[in-house]
Nanobody, 119 residues
Framework: QVQLVESGGGLVQAGGSLRLSCAASGSIFSSNTMGWHRQAPGKQRELVAAVGSSGSTKYADSVKGRFTISRDSAKNTVYLQMNSLKPEDTAVYYC?????????????WGQGTQVTVSS
């Protein structure tokens, strides 16, 4: 059984910063791509940022230059540093990981953490 546990969400004023963390635990051999998605009320879930096992990164255009994704592969943990936050960044943020476990590689999701940016 693999669990992704997120932390770091909260309420912040526009222009502020937050750092999200997501740790994968369980019978894990390794983690491949890890990333963050978000879903605002009435909108579809969208990719925010992702980082591969090699360290390559991908960002949504809306967060480029403001958000930074990083990982600690030894700890199967991914981070999202969010700076210069805007009200439109308000959403539930979900951690995602492709995890190699006994039996194969599977996708796992965290429970979500709320990020609210006030104007």
């Amino acid at each position: 059984q693999v669990q992704l546990v997120e932390s770091g969400g909260g309420l912040v004023q526009a222009g502020g910063s937050l750092r999200l963390s997501c740790a994968a635990s369980g019978s894990i051999f390794s983690s491949n791509t890890m990333g963050w998605h978000r879903q605002a009320p009435g909108k579809q879930r969208e990719l925010v940022a992702a980082v591969g096992s090699s360290g390559s990164t991908k960002y949504a255009d809306s967060v480029k230059g403001r958000f930074t994704i990083s990982r600690d592969s030894a700890k199967n943990t991914v981070y999202l540093q969010m700076n210069s936050l805007k009200p439109e960044d308000t959403a539930v943020y979900y951690c995602h990981a492709e995890v190699l476990v006994p039996g194969g590689e599977y996708d796992y999701w965290g429970q979500g953490t709320q990020v609210t940016v006030s104007s």
